[in-house]
């Protein structure tokens, strides 16, 4: 199963990012986003589609559906770049190859 | 958190251990995976064992070389990695299950990662 996301995405200080990660009928599967800062670990952002772990801001926001899922990060700041993977589990765990978002 | 050891240079053909020590939660609710990251490139799953350790799981690419163990008692879980290849170099990030019981298959709490180098 491959998931596919954009390269790279930029967004203006205090606009809406939005990262889409593409699977055939991926609207019928659980996703999950990760955030990845320079030299950092992974962190969680979004699971199960939409839901945020504790302690991730109410900015960031996941979406699925058809074949698109969709993470939104709104009032864009410094700090939220990074990359950005989605992941789903079919068979095994399946990352796409990850979005860099650049704030401008 | 999580803590992983044991990475470093070898040789083609040579093995290494992996090691994750785990603290802050309780260790034999939740499985346990590995997940690895060449340099400058994306995430890549490794291998998972459920928190009993009865179940376990390794990608096609490292199956029949790497295998995965762990330790309840001391909080503890394994990457064994024989048979390694230039292409086995990577970061690797032990990650624990987002929930306990089942196996989930998503990650939230990561180590920082211990890198392996594979080569002549």
Redesign the interface.
């Known amino acids: 199963y491959e998931l596919t996301q954009q390269v790279s995405v930029s967004v203006a200080l205090g606009q809406t990012a939005r990262i889409t990660c593409g699977g055939s009928n991926i609207g019928l599967k659980?996703v999950?986003w990760?955030q990845?800062k320079a030299g950092?670990?992974?962190?969680?952002v979004i699971?199960?589609d939409k839901n945020r772990?504790t302690g991730i801001p109410e900015r960031f926001s996941g979406s699925n559906s058809g074949n698109t899922a969709t993470l939104t990060i709104t009032r864009a700041q410094v700090g939220d770049e990074a990359d950005y993977?989605c992941?789903l589990?079919e068979t095994?765990?399946?990352?796409?190859?990850?979005t860099r978002l650049t704030v401008l | 958190e999580l803590m992983e050891s044991g990475g470093g240079l070898v040789h083609p053909g040579g093995s290494l251990r992996l090691s994750c020590t785990a603290s802050g939660f309780t260790f034999k609710n939740f499985a346990m995976?590995w997940?690895r990251q060449a340099p400058g490139k994306?995430?890549?799953?490794v291998s998972?064992i459920s928190g009993s350790g009865r179940r376990t799981?390794v990608?096609d690419s490292v199956q029949g070389r790497f295998t995965v163990s762990r330790d309840n008692s001391n909080n503890i879980f394994f990457l064994q990695m024989n048979s390694l290849t230039a292409e086995d170099t990577a970061f690797y990030?032990c990650?624990k299950d987002?929930e306990p019981g089942n196996m989930y298959?998503?990650?939230?709490l990561?180590?920082?990662?211990t890198l392996v180098s594979v080569s002549s």
């Open positions: 659980n999950h990760y990845q950092q670990a992974p962190v969680l699971f199960r772990p993977y992941q589990w095994n765990p399946v990352f796409g190859g990850g | 995976n997940v994306g995430l890549q799953w998972s799981f990608a990030y990650a987002h298959w998503y990650f939230d990561w180590g920082r990662g």
